[in-house]
């Protein structure tokens, strides 16, 4: 069983920065993919970004290329997404996940394990 606990989350101005952070304990991270997902008020929920369990792969939405970066720290056991030019519409409830997987995957019920949670709300 791994437990996972996202933070960083909070409210910003469109256009700046936030870092998410995703850490686990009662298991490794470094064995499988990790992934972010985020869901906004009526929407279901969708995916963000992936990384795999070397960190030597990524892959990211289209929504948010080239504005987000995941990354991981095996030994810290922590996954991170970083936002940068964020806009108003990528407000949303963020989660992380471990995959099944050691490759990336986008689809969500390859992620076997998810967090609570972390409130991302960015004003216009």
């Known amino acids: 069983q791994v437990q996972l606990v996202e933070s960083g989350g909070g409210l910003v101005q469109a256009g700046g920065s936030l870092r998410l952070s995703c850490a686990a304990s009662?298991?490794?991270?470094?064995?499988?993919?990790v992934g972010w997902f985020r869901q906004a008020p009526g929407k279901e929920r969708e995916f963000v970004a992936a990384i795999s369990w070397s960190g030597g792969t990524t892959y990211y939405a289209d929504s948010v290329k080239g504005r987000f970066t995941i990354s991981r720290d095996n030994v810290q056991n922590t996954v991170y997404l970083q936002m940068n030019s964020l806009k108003p519409e990528d407000t949303a409830v963020y989660y992380c996940?471990?995959?099944?997987?050691?490759?990336?995957?986008?689809?969500?019920?390859?992620?076997?394990?998810w967090g609570q949670g972390t409130q991302v709300t960015v004003s216009s």
């Open positions: 009662g298991r490794t991270l470094s064995d499988y993919a």
């Open positions: 996940a471990q995959s099944s997987r050691q490759r990336v995957t986008t689809i969500h019920n390859e992620y076997t394990y």
